[in-house]
Structure formats: structure tokens, C-alpha cells
């Protein structure tokens, strides 16, 4: 990847900066503040897996994934690629997932449009643990 306009880097780094906020606290606002009205989102798992659509998507999103994380995640940024329009941060996150230890790496992709973030994508290396019966 080319690397980003100083403009498109700015703006990914205060959004990332409060969705780091989101992560540790449960308060969104920030955030989604700085989301377009036709923002879309893709997550890999769960209920809101694949593409979704709009602020109050993300909402309700944001919301569930405090609901997890109800202790609050920590997340450290390993690297940061970029483009004009991309900003991808590969990071570290720990917490407790509804109650049991949590420690995953993750890249976060934000897509920038203006002084906006338009798109968000995340990317997860999830550790499936064998059953009992295996």
C-alpha cells in the first residue's frame, strides 16, 4: 500500500483513538460521531457478521460488543498501513470475554471519506478450541 495523505491519516487516528475509547469504556459517541450517515461496516462471526449498514447498525454493534467486553478491552497497535482512502491498524487486544480471559490479535480497516470514516472492516485470528468429543 501507498502511503496515506496526511489528511486521510489524521482522520483515521482520531477515529481509531476513540474506538480504542469505545473498546475501553462502552462510550461510542465519540466514535460514531465521526461515521458518515451511509456507513457500512463487515465483521467475520456472530450476529452481525458480513456487511452491514448505517450509524444506528453500528449502534447496535458497538453496543453488543461492550456487552461482551463488559470489563472493557485494552488495545495495543502493533502497525499501521495506509493508503489514500485506507487505514489499516493491526493491533492487540485483552480483556475478559464475558467473563473468561480474552487475548487476540486483529486488523481494523477504516475507510476515510472527507473528514469521515465511511467503512470499517475487522479481521480476527479466532482460536476454536476442540470439543470434548474430538
Known sequence: MASAKPETL??????????????????WEPFLATLTEDFTFWFPVGLYKGVNTGKDRAAAFFQY????????????VE???????????????????????????????????GNQICAYREYLSIIVQPSSAE
Open 79 to 113: 502497525r499501521v498501513t495506509s493508503n489514500d482512502t485506507t487505514v489499516v491498524f493491526e493491533i492487540h487486544s485483552q480483556g475478559s470475554l464475558r467473563g473468561k480471559s480474552y487475548s487476540n490479535k486483529a486488523a481494523v480497516s477504516l475507510d476515510v471519506r
Open 10 to 27: 489524521e482522520v483515521a487516528h482520531l477515529a481509531f483513538q476513540y474506538f480504542s475509547q469505545g473498546l475501553a469504556t462502552g462510550n
Open 65 to 76: 460488543v461492550s456487552e461482551a467486553f463488559s470489563e472493557g478491552l485494552t488495545v495495543t
